[in-house]
């Protein structure tokens, strides 16, 4: 099973930007996609970006195209990176960021759902 670690977030006033990044860690990391998603408080957790086990297919949710990027850094062999860059953040962004790997997530046009395990999450707070 592979685990997930968070780290990156932090306070940034509107249009500001974030890196956030995900240490995915254990056997055959390289086989699974991995995805970012948000929970702002009282609401539920939603899909915000994925990629591919190669670092390809990446996919975003409506609300953040063209301002948030995912990419992978695959070159160790138990350990991949994937890194979700927030640029023009906005208040309606604050949330709690987590990430999950899944060897198979369920994808539509609309998102993708995985299956965890999750981490613990970072907290990413825009102010206006």
């Known amino acids: 099973q592979v685990q997930t670690v968070e780290s990156g977030g932090g306070v940034v006033q509107a249009g500001g930007s974030l890196r956030l990044s995900c240490a995915a860690s254990g056997h055959s990391v390289n086989a699974y996609a991995v995805g970012w998603f948000r929970q702002a408080p009282g609401k539920d957790r939603d899909f915000v970006a994925s990629?591919?086990?190669?670092?390809?297919?990446?996919?975003?949710?409506e609300a953040v195209k063209g301002r948030f990027t995912i990419s992978r850094d695959n070159a160790k062999t138990t350990e991949n990176m994937v890194y979700l860059q927030m640029d023009d953040l906005r208040p309606e962004d604050t949330a709690v960021y987590s990430c999950?790997?899944?060897?198979?997530?369920?994808?539509?046009?609309?998102?993708?759902?995985?299956?965890?395990?999750w981490g613990r999450g970072t907290q990413v707070t825009v102010s206006s």
């Open positions: 990629v591919n086990w190669n670092g390809a297919g990446a996919q975003y949710a």
């Open positions: 999950a790997a899944d060897r198979t997530p369920y994808c539509t046009e609309h998102g993708c759902a995985f299956r965890g395990p």
